[in-house]
């Protein structure tokens, strides 16, 4: 299975920058679940260009959901969504096509599809290729709000701008992430917004570009969803998250600051709460132990590098003389790509969280109107 | 598949601490590998429990391979490895039964499997199941080292000890692959090996445990590895990192240190080297691109928790009366796994290569003595 | 998995009767293979509806390749294909809505989904859903074809009317496969044809259906394809034949005639033929031993039950009122199906054998331009 | 996975005929599931070589559950049952190593494992290895009879014997079932079973072999299980049986009949039966409609060759000088294998069904003591 993902939610996705048409498929979905479209479209409308932050292109990024939706419900039958490229500049790309972009994937897209790829506008490699895994986890996300599951992100780190990260308070976590929700550019303040935002100016007016953390988190899980070996929760995220352009590093909790604590810092003990709820009084392992969830909220970070293609000459080889060359690219391309693709984060856990749900409960738990964390 | 991992070459394992018999089924080798079972015990061995920085459990994990192998050669067929468990001391277990080692899966199996977990000595989250992962990882290093691929991994840190990253130099970078394939404790240099090992030796009198963090790299694969979606290399590694009790995060290339670069800073530019070889000057991306490999060394860097299986006392909870209380352990456990899990994460990272050089080149690539990276 | 089928090379199907758009992804293709497109129409063309013979519903059925697909040739990324339905009467089938057709997946369906299936023209259920896996089928066709590997069927019953099954020999059976491949209607000779077309024409003038068995058999398929256990080819085969709605059994070789013979009789000796090749002397096995391809051509059955879908009135409930009712159905339905679901079948063939194929040499032996039955 | 089946409840099998353990990994089982090793070994027995109709091999099979099982209980984690092998005669072997056995699997493991497999006892294409397959058959098996859910098989054809199938009434049929269930050579009279087990007798007196049918019936399925494309009953099913040594035909319901009926005679009619339920008052499609159950009695029939080794001197090849030959063949082998198949036959539907029952209400659904027929 190379563009499937899931055992019991699969996703499939297909589709070049260019091509004339970009989708998934979604297999697995319970009959039944009512979808609320105007919630796919605000979805949508998160990954969306905007500012001088982003690209120029802009795409409608309507989709059509062709099979599997009947009456304002899935039928529980493949259900496949359309996107259709409509602004595609594809002559762009003629005069450096065989100019491998640093850090991009032309050489190595060169290398294993033979030449035979589409090359147009990074091809099968675009980050227009998240929009349809943005629309499967709008999908994922409604089945999971209605349990009572919300997933949200938000820039911890652009370039060297940092934010807090997300309150260790449940309570304010979730304002926070319904908050994260709401807004276009994700950061908590207004004051890190002003300060991120001009950060990717800088670099757009440089021909430049930058990255940043996303640090995520997922209130409402109960404990007891995962496997130890070899589907652990940490699992099944970090496999989604590493096939999103530009992700090179996932860590769940404290992560990498786990090594220089001693066992008896880093341990969270359990606790009963007033309700009579398991919990621990530090998250340090992020809501997993053991590869299983144990009902504290999920917290997981993801970098994103800066945006490979940008508008400074750059060292290059060409690939069809296979010699030495310079690179002035010419194209649509963002600045920077890390608050486009929180969304596609959010969108990515989401869906490894509702295969992980259905192999638990039984896919037809996707209908029940009963709140699992309850 | 909860158990099983893999699309092509596929590898699932089976038991628990204190059972019979632990093992692994190693399916979609070719038939006709030679296998070097002096080889085989020495991975085993460089696993094992040793000097003070370890548990007292000293199983000798001598492996039987019962199937798919005949007169020197894999069949083709299902190989599978049994390794018997012989100095379980389960008795350690029961009076600590239901109180919850906090960090560790003890709750979490508790509320997965319902009560019926074989909670002695971890059960199936006990590393000890990593023994037949480590088996499994070293068929498949040799059928890479056939082919010029080596994997090699060391402590970049141990709890505030830190050590130099590998050599950015391929020459000197296969040297000291080699040197930690030959070492018990993967320091580079001896000096380092004390410090870390006085820190573990320290934690452990202290009742304590201290973590760290693992660089791994590989040497000779081939450009055109991998898959955009959903099975970039980044996302195959990760997964089964992931699957390790203990690990927390994994970056590939300089990963959360991109997060700080612009663009210009980050990008790898490529240049033909002196043979006519496509190089980048620098390996910020860990020797991957797009999620598929561009020739450079694979670097990836992961994070092992401190074990949680302290000494000291603990607040936790009780399973059964569902009331807080205080956990003093007693059985065997290691101060540190950092320094074992080495090897782990080696065998890992095989075994999702050779997955991926399958999908790439048909299984029967396995035993063909032609090196790939020529 | 639900929708989807292969292990390397993997069809993804979708779509509803009345839906918009029905289609199919095919991911694992190669780089590099030319699609003939003219190719694909005629396979189009022979799976529809034509004459008295057939349904009234006449769709165009043409081929939108949306990805995966550049300059001509596939470019290694999962290629999508969709067909958009014009042609729906969805009224005919409000009438009758809750009635369920006998033998039909109406009651099924309802249970299945609970209510929310897209009922129009038997939705996800109908023989429309064949449509892209002949065009999946017809890309596996073209790979096969440049190996020089080809498959044909033949009516070798159609109701009480039976036909000689295909020639033993070799030579003559790959002219039979080629005028099969040609022609709309698959019965070697011109008599059968229309006595076969007779008894259908008959039947729907009674407003009834009728049945029949289809032979298919594949030349050029080397031996060595194929595992034991639980991949073997007719387990890949029968798995997909039994996808096509009204096959009712799987046959192989001489299939239930070896329930009468003594070992003696329907053993194939092995025998070296004048080109060195290894031959049987008789196929009762179907060119299959052990579940792995031998060399010879690979034959099998399947039997087509009579359409459910008749226009006499039938006994059934109404699945709303829960009693007991009459059925008097409207709407355009075939007299048979049988002489469409043979390209179904040859499609389902290929399908499973480029799966195959391509776990035994690698997905890159698709563009090969080598012949493997050599 | 090509010794794996399943996408829940997954079985995996290893071993050859005569090495030192066979075994499977059955994993995806709920926790909490008692298991009744009694029942266990009267499944092995069933399976086992008796009087002069079988071979003169005569194993132990003993089953050891060496992990996922714990204090009588499932624990959720991989199940893991050895079966060492005891009575190996491999010196029989090794004058005919290169004569291909007719109808056998010698040649076709050839070529397909390069001349590395274990020949011995036709390695790990012997029939053998069906025993780890009935083994985790009485697990599945037990699971279903907790829900009511009964499967049985009985011989309806050995040569030229044949018996009249199973009956159409529910209640006759149940007891039909657990008749076969109890015995040890499945005829549903004993007048049958001395004819048939003469027939054999027969044959083993002169060095030959035969076949038969085998009639399968499930009880006690609700309707709703299954899957359109391409995970149907009937392709679940047949994948599984036609992984069995020796079955080349798998037919549901009628089967190949219905190619001469007309489908107002071929259509089951629905109706409400005196208790609420919907029934069908033929059950010719075998209790599956659209590939899914329809609540009726599944009803299958698998045709198994005459076993391929037999005492008469046979053409063949030699596989080493590639000449032809003459092969007279030693070892212990059965005139027949129907009978023994029998129980392989439930198994493996059982496991599909368990499959299946999973994707439908999740694996926890394996452990609830409410009978899903009801």
Chains 1, 2, 3, 4 share one sequence.
């Not at 989708?23 to 500012?51: H, Q, S, T």
């Not at 969504?81 to 190595?108: C, F, G, W």
Request: glycine fraction near 10%; proline fraction near 3%.
């Amino acid at each position: 299975m190379k563009s499937t993902f899931g055992n019991h939610v699969t996703v499939s996705i297909f589709g070049e920058s260019h091509g004339q048409t970009i989708g998934c498929v979604v297999d697995g979905l319970a009959p039944g679940i009512r979808l609320d479209l105007d919630y796919l479209r605000a979805e949508m409308e998160k990954r969306k260009a905007f500012g001088r932050i982003s690209t120029a292109r802009q795409e409608k990024d309507e989709v059509e959901i062709v099979s599997g939706f009947f009456n304002g419900y899935t039928t529980g039958t493949p259900l496949c969504m359309l996107i259709h490229n409509q602004v595609q500049h594809s002559k762009d790309y003629e005069a450096t096509r065989y100019k491998a972009r640093p850090s991009h994937a032309d050489y190595t897209a060169q290398v294993k599809y033979l030449g035979y790829q589409d090359y147009r506008g990074g091809g099968h490699f675009s980050g227009r290729i998240t929009a349809p895994v943005v629309a499967a986890g709008a999908i994922c996300r409604q089945i999971l709000a209605q349990k009572g599951i919300h997933i949200g992100s938000h820039l911890v780190q652009c370039k060297n701008v940092y934010e807090d990260p997300f309150s260790q308070d449940v309570q304010v976590l979730t304002e926070q992430i319904h908050m994260m929700n709401r807004k276009r550019f994700a950061a908590l303040s207004e004051d890190k917004e002003k300060e991120m935002t001009a950060v990717i100016e800088q670099a757009a007016q440089e021909g430049d570009s930058v990255g940043g953390v996303l640090e995520t988190a997922v209130i409402g899980v109960p404990a007891g969803i995962g496997e130890p070996f070899f589907q652990s929760v940490e699992s099944e995220i970090s496999h989604l998250l590493f096939s999103i352009p530009a992700i090179k590093g996932v860590e769940f909790g404290i992560g990498f600051a786990f090594a220089d604590l001693f066992g008896s810092e880093a341990n969270d003990p359990f606790r009963m709460d007033a309700a009579g709820k398991v919990i621990t009084t530090t998250n340090h392992n992020g809501g997993i132990n053991g590869g299983i969830t144990n009902g504290m909220p999920i917290v997981l970070r993801s970098v994103v590098k800066p945006t490979a293609s940008i508008y400074k000459t750059q060292q290059t080889i060409d690939m069809q003389t296979m010699e030495n060359t310079e690179l002035n690219i010419v194209g649509r391309h963002d600045p920077a790509i890390v608050h486009r693709a929180r969304v596609v984060v959010d969108a990515m856990v989401a869906i490894a969280l509702v295969d992980l749900f259905a192999d638990r409960y039984g896919y037809l738990w996707m209908r029940e109107e009963t709140c699992v964390s309850d």
